[in-house]
């Protein structure tokens, strides 16, 4: 995504960038806690200069599912709208998180991907281990495409009766099919202008 900074050639500052906040785009790879603390601090600024719409490019191919927790309750708190944008590929948390964007704001480019499937886990150790780890992370998974779904507009269940349609295989989406199930609502990288203008009056 661009981030356009258009200047009334009247204005003479050299660097313009010393008395204008310009817009915080924020840019997600990764879900590790390092990710979350940058990602958080980000959000932060972005509400600092007062900018109407929040904008977040992913292009990931996921990560930790607690990471992506936590960046949606940032978005869902957000003071203002968020736009989610991905250029290239969105996958596993990385859908996920593009699917929370704010009604209106989801953006994606026409020959992007996304991808969604059940939550993984990589646990070793006792019996009674994998089996506690095992149904966490199946309550994990049920609650957080439930809450996606109402989030799209969907009946809660809708996202998890798709993934069971697959045989629980990853589910691939063109950027028409992502249109096609809501997740996406246009299909395009946007770009963010921001104007600085002097007007003058004669009165």
């Not at 603390?37 to 490019?57: L, R, S, W, Y």
């Not at 250029?87 to 596993?92: I, Q, T, V």
């Not at 589910?171 to 600085?196: M, Q, S």
């Amino acid at each position: 995504m661009r981030n356009i900074l258009k200047v009334d050639p009247k204005i003479r500052f050299n660097k313009i960038h010393e008395f204008v906040d310009q817009p915080i785009v924020i840019y997600v790879s990764e879900f590790d806690e390092e990710a979350v603390n940058d990602f958080e601090k980000d959000m932060d600024e972005a509400h600092e200069t007062g900018q109407p719409i929040i904008p977040i490019v992913i292009d990931s191919f996921g990560g930790s599912c607690y990471g992506e927790n936590a960046m949606i309750s940032s978005i869902l708190n957000a003071k203002v709208p968020v736009a989610t944008i991905v250029k290239g590929k969105a996958m596993s948390a990385g859908a996920v998180l593009f699917g929370f964007g704010t009604e209106g704001y989801r953006f994606m480019d026409p020959h992007a991907v996304l991808m969604i499937h059940d939550a993984a886990s990589g646990t070793f150790g006792k019996v009674e281990e994998i089996k506690a780890d095992a149904a966490h992370l199946e309550h994990i998974n049920e609650s957080c495409y439930k809450r996606l779904a109402k989030h799209l507009g969907h009946e809660e269940n809708y996202i998890l009766n798709m993934i069971a349609n697959q045989k629980h295989a990853d589910w691939y989406l063109t950027a028409k099919d992502a249109k096609k199930h809501k997740l996406a609502n246009h299909l395009r990288v946007p770009e963010f202008v921001t104007n600085i203008v002097v007007e003058s009056i004669f009165q």
